[in-house]
């Protein structure tokens, strides 16, 4: 299979970076066993320097990633998001969470200074966990 | 300054009145070229990609041609610079009293010499072309790291000279068997064997007598500051696997039916010293085509056509010192003996191929692999790319300055003057299989924003600095007076015989010298008075 598709016609911007990465998951086993039977969870993803946050949608060994407009504040809350976990930080952040890059003791030094913000922490650490399974 | 009439006339005459040009149009476009922003930059001039305006672009077909227009520059007072295909600000003028010398007229594959492996070619017949024939031959030739689309000629006399396959198929200064040189002051000297009064051949890059190769090229190139090259021997290597290609799809969505012998081994290694401990084993066993140390992002970008697909290659991108192999084999046996040593290294040292398993590499990606690999995918993410450092010594050493240059970048990337690399972008590849290896560290970046082109003008800067401080040899682009004369003191003043050797071989300074070193007591000034 060749990984060079053209014609992507997924969302755009920040959600379509984070689409482009973690959709790979859809063609893997190990990942649609860990997550077919789990509970399904929505984390939503808020790059503060870019217009668009992503909704991470795992549901049936499956992940989705949807554009969310970041403003008004109110497109992000809970009740209109629909989200379980949420995490806001700097599209640089969100790369060295998802590349691996940030060691526990780094992202709480981050939260600590408020680089990241993060509501339902235990969710929203599943998106590292989730990211962990490219690599498997 | 234009040019003057009467020696329009002169040149015109030379040439044929077709091949002459000194319009606006046609002179500006010659003044651009990529990364001259950074140079103008770096040298406190405006970040634009234009040089010096030349007086004229002439496009010459023969030697003699060459030949009569280096003597009406001594005549006039002028200077040239020589450009084969014309990648990159070193073949821009540095001055505005400068004629281009457009050899793209020189574009003749002169000799293929099947049974002595060898080949003849003029400035402007790419590495493609040449590789195209020799594979119905069955041989290949060493592919600049610039890429296919660039000239051998240039390499190989005139610039650096490592490239993707550098394990297999060497450095173009090493593969140099001959040269026919227009000197600045208009004569015709040939190296090597191809000098010899009797018999002349393509055999031998050295001699009659003692070799000149060093003063023709040094480790970086003269870079036209020393005459125009007009002919080169080059040696020739067995094409690595089988030649028959089969391409299909629409650029860059090619697809390509791999050649049966080929295995792409992409291993990440997690640590430096752990990268140097598996490549040293690979080069010492001889069956690596292709050996680069790479980052997460530079594996990432060679299996890439585009940004979408690059993105989507998390599972490279989440590699922490990634290097990567390309095994191929001329026969089955050859394959399965490489491929054996290859499985006991990677098993011996704890490794894992991800290639096939975690991530498969696009069909196309073994195709680029036989001619240009990275050096095009640099441009995916911005649209700009620009290497520092360059250094050739040992794997320790290369793969030591990758580690120092981290802090060193991570300061312009916090100030987001150039891409997120996590400040580890590198290529670092060996020579014949381990005889030395080479470093240059990339970096992305927006030419169209000022304050990033003086992020990576200050960043290049301050790694120039940090390989003459910290020992880790000359950098690709210590060129020009200031810098040679800056690096000279510090490396047995080596500047010194630089200046000699350009004041021997070119006193008035005809040969543009911007990118090289003025002669002593030169009457036209060069660039880079400002460092």
């Known amino acids: ?136 | 300054m234009v040019l003057d009439k009467d020696i329009h006339a002169e040149l015109a005459a030379i040439v044929g009145l077709a091949n002459i040009d000194d319009s606006d149009a046609m002179t500006d476009v010659y003044a651009y070229n990529w990364c001259m922003e950074v140079v103008n930059q770096m040298e406190g001039k405006d970040p634009v990609p234009y040089s010096p305006r030349p007086l004229a672009v002439v496009l010459p077909s023969t030697t003699d041609e060459v030949v009569g227009i280096v003597k009406a520059c001594n005549a006039h007072g002028l200077t040239f610079k020589a450009q084969s295909t014309g990648l990159g600000p070193w073949n821009n003028p540095s001055t505005d009293n400068c004629i281009i010398l457009d050899l793209r007229r020189m574009n003749k594959i002169v000799l293929i010499d099947e049974q002595n492996m060898l080949a003849v070619v003029e400035p402007y017949v790419s590495g493609a072309q040449l590789q195209i024939e020799l594979m119905k031959l069955d041989l290949n030739c060493h592919m600049p790291g610039a890429g296919p689309q660039v000239s051998p000629l240039a390499s190989a006399t005139s610039m650096s000279g490592p490239g993707f396959t550098s394990p297999s198929t060497g450095h173009s200064s090493r593969n140099v068997l001959g040269v026919e040189w227009v000197l600045p002051d208009g004569q015709v000297l040939k190296l090597g064997a191809a000098g010899l009064e009797h018999e002349p051949g393509w055999y031998s890059g050295d001699g009659p007598g003692p070799s000149l190769r060093g003063i023709m090229r040094g480790l970086h190139g003269a870079k036209s500051g020393l005459g125009v090259f007009t002919k080169v021997g080059i040696k020739l290597f067995p094409f690595p696997c089988k030649v028959n290609w089969k391409v299909t799809g629409l650029s860059p969505h090619y697809q390509f039916e791999k050649p049966e012998l080929m295995k792409w081994y992409i291993v990440d290694c997690k640590t430096y010293k752990s990268a140097e401990a598996f490549v040293q084993r690979v080069e010492e066993h001889e069956i690596s085509f292709i050996c680069s140390v790479l980052s997460n992002f530079g594996v990432s970008a060679i299996f890439a056509s585009s940004i979408e697909s690059l993105l989507g290659n998390a599972v490279l991108a989440m590699t922490k010192v990634p290097v990567v192999v390309l095994v191929a084999g001329r026969t089955r046996r050859e394959f399965e003996y490489k491929t054996k040593v290859m499985q006991c290294i990677i098993e011996e040292d704890g490794l894992e191929n991800m290639a096939g398993t975690k991530f498969e590499p696009p069909s196309i990606s073994y195709a680029e692999a036989l001619r240009s690999n990275l050096g095009l995918h640099g441009f995916i993410a911005t649209g700009a790319f620009q290497s520092s450092h360059g250094i050739i010594d040992t794997l320790g050493v290369c793969l030591n300055a990758t580690k120092k240059n981290i802090p060193v970048k991570m300061k312009y990337i916090n100030n987001e003057q150039v891409a997120n690399d996590f400040g580890e972008a590198v290529w670092s590849t060996s020579f014949e299989h381990g005889h030395m290896h080479h470093a240059e560290m990339l970096t992305l970046y927006d030419q169209t924003n000022p304050e990033c082109v003086k992020g990576i003008a200050d960043y290049f800067n301050d790694c120039n600095a940090m390989d003459l401080v910290q020992h880790l040899g000359i950098p690709f682009f210590i060129d020009g007076d200031a810098r040679h004369d800056w690096y000279g003191p510090q490396c047995s003043n080596y500047n010194t015989w630089l200046r000699k050797i350009k004041t021997a071989l070119d006193p008035a300074c005809t040969a543009d010298a911007g990118f090289y070193i003025s002669p002593e007591k030169a009457s036209n000034t060069t660039r880079n008075e400002k460092v």
């Open chain 1, 1 to 136: 299979m060749d990984n060079n598709t053209s014609g992507y016609s997924g969302p755009r911007g920040f959600a379509g970076v984070i689409a482009q990465q973690i959709e790979p998951l859809n063609s893997s086993l190990a990942f649609k066993k860990a997550y077919e039977n789990a509970k399904p969870v929505r984390i939503l993803l808020n790059a503060t320097n870019t217009d668009h946050a992503a909704l991470l949608i795992v549901e049936n060994g499956k992940v989705q990633v949807k554009g969310i407009e970041n403003k008004p504040a109110s497109n992000l809350s809970r009740k209109s998001a629909g989200w379980d976990g949420f995490i806001s930080c700097s599209t640089r952040t969100f790369l060295e969470i998802a590349l691996g890059r940030l060691s526990m003791l780094k992202m709480l030094l981050k939260l600590l200074n408020g680089d990241i913000k993060v509501h339902a922490i235990l969710k929203v650490l599943q998106f590292k966990k989730i990211m962990e399974y490219l690599g498997k």
